[in-house]
């Protein structure tokens, strides 16, 4: 599974980075291996460290809402359904 996602929100797409894909993209940022002006260097990345250091702590929380999403669209797609269900049942008299 891929540790980089979109999370659309309104009018604001986000990327969200867990802490698998920030340990490469850190690894890449100071081998000098992403794109940088020419004959720039790599500086102190303090954040994305101190990110990396909650790495457990982070993906127990990106697991978390991922399960929060995924049983709010189920029951949303059980609510559709019941009133689909309501809607087209013949009526009795």
Known sequence: ??????RDR????????GPDAATVIL???ESGRLPMKKGAKP?????AETYLARSDELTKQIAER???ERAVKDQV?????????LTTRPSTP
């Open 1 to 6: 599974m891929s540790d980089i996602r979109s």
């Open 10 to 17: 309104s009018f604001l797409d986000l990327l969200e980075v």
């Open 27 to 29: 690894a890449a940022y």
């Open 43 to 47: 500086a102190d990345a303090r954040e």
């Open 66 to 68: 991922e399960r929060r």
């Open 77 to 85: 797609m059980r609510f559709w359904h019941n009133l689909a269900a």
